[in-house]
């Protein structure tokens, strides 16, 4: 089952995108829920657990899609964003809320298309991608994009979730091969960060889930370039 929400202001673009969204999914699945919502307002007043998409209209009175993301990210770090909009202007926003795409209107049925079955993709990816993490008389399954960023001090292994602390017997140099291929990056030989939880990087300090993490200076460079890549994937 993929669960979709679409909150949309215009009737006729509301319903247009659903068509094109049954459509998109007819390659994919036919276990597909769509909730329609004409205000951001509407939207927030739902319990909306396992939402898989949102789609969001960004241009909404009070409320706009990029004010129900930040809301939606503060509740949910793993569900996909993708904006609506008739312009670009919100590109820079949008990644502050890790969006994962932007459709420009009019909505083209390829293009959403494409973009859905790489989304889906994405989604199954998460859903399986664990890691199991041995403790002291502890063993753990973690899911790998529910990590922010893994630390050690005094050889001493610790993992950061966005809403855990786990403590591993493994090495980071270990970790960041097995990491490497999800998007983590070593920005310092104490610290192993996932870049898509990325908010700010300010000279020799990247800020990862609210914390202040350091970036060595010769890896400066490096982390904004993959930082670049990762960041186009996920909005461009």
């Known amino acids: 089952m993929y669960r979709v929400v679409i909150c949309e202001d215009d009737d006729l673009q509301r319903k247009k995108l659903k068509e094109l969204i049954y459509k998109s999914f007819e390659a994919i699945s036919n276990n597909i829920e769509i909730l329609e919502f004409k205000?951001?307002?509407?939207?927030?007043?739902?319990?909306?657990?396992?939402?898989?998409?949102?789609?969001?209209?960004?241009?909404?009175?009070?409320?706009?899609?990029?004010?129900?993301?930040?809301?939606?990210?503060?509740?949910?770090?793993?569900?996909?964003?993708?904006f609506i909009t008739s312009v670009v202007e919100f590109i820079q926003e949008g990644y502050k809320?890790?969006?994962?795409?932007?459709?420009?209107?009019?909505?083209?049925?390829?293009?959403?298309?494409?973009?859905?079955?790489?989304?889906?993709s994405d989604i199954i990816k998460k859903r399986e991608n664990f890691m199991i993490?041995?403790?002291?008389?502890?063993?753990?399954?973690?899911?790998?994009?529910?990590?922010?960023?893994?630390?050690?001090?005094?050889?001493n292994i610790t993992i950061h979730t966005v809403d855990n602390i786990y403590y591993a017997r493994n090495?980071?140099?270990?970790?960041?091969?097995?990491?490497?291929?999800?998007?983590?990056?070593?920005?310092?030989?104490c610290y192993l960060i996932n870049m898509e939880y990325i908010e700010f990087?300010?000279?020799?300090?990247?800020?990862v889930n609210s914390e202040d993490i350091p970036v060595s200076k010769h890896r400066v460079s490096d982390l904004k370039t993959k930082l670049t890549k990762v960041v186009g994937s996920i909005i461009c």
Do not use: W
Request: one cysteine or more; hydrophobic letters at 40%.
């Open 171 to 189: 090495s980071i140099s270990n970790l960041e091969k097995e990491l490497k291929m999800y998007n983590f990056f070593r920005c310092h030989r």
């Open 97 to 120: 809320v890790r969006a994962y795409r932007y459709l420009l209107k009019p909505i083209k049925y390829e293009e959403l298309k494409e973009h859905i079955i790489s989304c889906v």
């Open 39 to 82: 205000s951001g307002e509407e939207l927030l007043e739902q319990c909306l657990e396992g939402i898989d998409i949102f789609f969001l209209d960004i241009q909404m009175d009070k409320l706009t899609g990029m004010d129900v993301a930040k809301i939606i990210r503060d509740k949910n770090l793993t569900t996909e964003i993708i």
């Open 133 to 155: 993490v041995e403790g002291k008389g502890t063993i753990n399954k973690i899911l790998i994009n529910s990590i922010a960023y893994i630390e050690v001090q005094k050889k």
């Open 201 to 207: 990087i300010c000279k020799n300090v990247v800020t």
